[in-house]
């Protein structure tokens, strides 16, 4: 009742419902007896959950908003859109020339390939661990040629 209270929402009160059961029961070690009766313990956890999830659903819908206004705010240049593809293209091939043969071939292999990073590894004959090593090394050796801070 408590849940539905502060929820509204019949659906999302009973996924909260269930996300405090299970908070309960991972954490009945921690209850303590001295301080307080367990119903007091059980409804404060399922009150912060409640007003949790209030708050991360009313920081979408704002952020939705946000994105929907400046969405509305700007003209949409198809031309413009399509140069700044090419260009950034150009700088990623650019860039992508710069790298190792290795963490080069890994980045084409996984991200104009498609293939996930256990395929790359019997593609090139290499370990899975040196593959991801390579694209880690390669993809930030990627931002600093193309300027991008991460």
Known sequence: GLIVRVLVDRA???EVLQE???EVWQSAGRFAPNK???RSWVLTMAHRRAVDRVRASQSSADRDR???LRD???AHDDVADQVELKVEGQKVASALST???AQREAIVL???GGYSQSEIAVLVGAPLGTVKTRMRDGLSRLRSA????A
Request: no cysteine.
């Open 36 to 38: 307080g009766q367990g």
């Open 110 to 112: 996984a991200y104009y």
């Open 66 to 68: 946000r994105a929907g």
């Open 146 to 149: 193309m300027g991008v801070t």
């Open 99 to 101: 790298l190792p043969v």
């Open 20 to 22: 405090v059961f299970l």
């Open 72 to 74: 509305l705010d700007v």
């Open 12 to 14: 999302q009160s009973e």
